[in-house]
Every structure is written in C-alpha cells, then in structure tokens.
C-alpha cells in the first residue's frame, strides 16, 4: 500500500446524479492531486493543491468541484456529468520539501467511474 | 510543447526473458525522469527516479537509463516474471518557476505469459 487511499473504488452515476470521491494521505504529506487517466491516454492532471490552497486547475470542467479541506483529505464532487467523463480517477501525494525523492508521487488506487 | 511518447504501446513476451521499454522526450527545462509500475486496478507506483547527472539507475531486476542528450530513456526488465505484467509509465518533470511542471508519457502495457 502506497498510504494514499481512495473511495469508492468502484462508481457507476447518471448523468443527473451528483457524487463524491474522497481522498485520504497518511504520509504527512503538503501536496495533493487530482488526475483522470482515460484508455490510451496519458494521465491528465485536473486539479493541484498545496498546503490546502488549490494552486492548479487545468481547465477543468465545472461539473468537477475539487475541495481540500486539510493537507490529508481532498474530494472530488461530481455533478451533472458527460459519459466521455467516464475513467480512473486518481489521487495522488507528495511532499514538496522532500528533495531526496524528487518530489515523487504517491498514487491511491483509482475511482473507477462509469457515467451513463 | 512538453512531451513524453514511449514504445511500443504494448509488448508480450515469455517468462524469463529480458525486455526494453523506451522514452523518448521533448521536457525543458529537464528536473527528473521517472518510472512507474501501474497494475490493473491499481495506482502508478514508482520504480526509479534519475535526475540529469545519473545515466543508469537498478531497482532489483528493474534497470533505467538516461541520455539527457539525445532526451531518451529505457526501462529494461530481467529474468521477467508474471507479477511483471503491468503498464510502465515514463514521467518528466520540468522546474517550472520554483516547482515541478509533471508530463506523463501513455506508457507501455507489458504482458508476461508462462
């Protein structure tokens, strides 16, 4: 295990429903983030934040809503989605003060998402 | 624009043989690259990370290795076993103005079969 956990793991959603997907860290870490990874795609970097200040947001839809309440929790609310939004979604950590790993990321296991 | 392309897209190969898995990338300013191991239904899991001075790096069967001036890397993989099969995911980072700027490649999807 990474210490990156995420839930659901699984979630199948109307287009009309709104949803939540919880993220929790337990490595102390300062960053985190949220990607989407689609099939035969690279991962998307949707949105980025540290010390809780969202410090990113890469031209996200609306119908995502990321919030980080503290450094260990982020969610991800979902609203009124598109089936092209279905995908793994993924969260991950990191601490930027930690020089000697470069600052790597440690991935949850995913959200799989299915929009119908 | 930043780019990471790997190949090939997939790969099948037998128990106990050797593989090289490639990157190629167009990341500027260069921070570091790294590997990662992403099982199905799992996160990416990092395998090694190389910054501009390294040219080789060894995670048990796992070796990377890095030309910053030609901007390739590669992933060899020895005496290869079936929890092996997985995507391997070529990632840059870039210094981008105090912090790091991350490009994922869409990575290798590697098959082990007896």
């Known amino acids: 295990e990474t210490g990156v956990t995420q839930t659901p793991r699984h979630l199948v959603m109307g287009m009309t429903n709104k949803k939540s997907l919880k993220c929790e860290q337990h490595?102390?870490?300062?960053?985190m983030y949220w990607y989407k990874q689609s099939a035969k795609k690279p991962l998307e970097l949707m949105f980025v934040?540290?010390?809780?200040?969202?410090?990113e947001n890469n031209s996200v839809p609306s119908r995502f809503s990321p919030e980080c309440p503290n450094s260990s929790h982020l969610f991800l609310h979902l609203h009124t989605l598109q089936p092209e939004d279905s995908a793994l979604y993924l969260c991950?950590?990191?601490?930027?003060?930690?020089?000697?790993?470069?600052?790597?990321?440690?991935f949850g296991p995913g959200t799989r998402l299915l929009v119908l | 624009k930043n780019q990471v392309e790997q190949s090939p897209q997939s790969l099948i190969i037998l128990e106990g043989k050797n593989c090289t898995l490639q990157?190629?990338?167009?990341?500027?300013?260069?921070?570091?690259l790294r590997w990662y191991k992403q099982d199905t239904g799992r996160g990416p899991v990092s395998l090694t990370i190389?910054?501009?001075?390294?040219n080789t790096k060894s995670n048990g069967r796992y070796t990377a290795t890095l030309d910053a001036d030609t901007k390739q890397s590669s992933l060899h993989i020895t005496a290869s076993q079936l929890s092996d099969s997985a995507s391997y995911i070529c990632?840059?980072?870039?210094?981008?103005?105090?912090?790091?700027?991350?490009?994922f490649g869409i990575g290798t999807k590697l098959q082990v079969i007896p």
């Open positions: 991950a950590s990191t601490s930027t003060h930690d020089r000697a790993n470069q600052e790597t990321q440690y």
């Open positions: 490595l102390g870490h300062n960053a």
């Open positions: 934040y540290n010390f809780k200040e969202q410090t």
């Open positions: 990157c190629n990338y167009t990341v500027s300013p260069f921070s570091n």
């Open positions: 190389m910054t501009f001075s390294e």
């Open positions: 990632v840059v980072s870039a210094d981008s103005g105090g912090y790091q700027k991350v490009t």
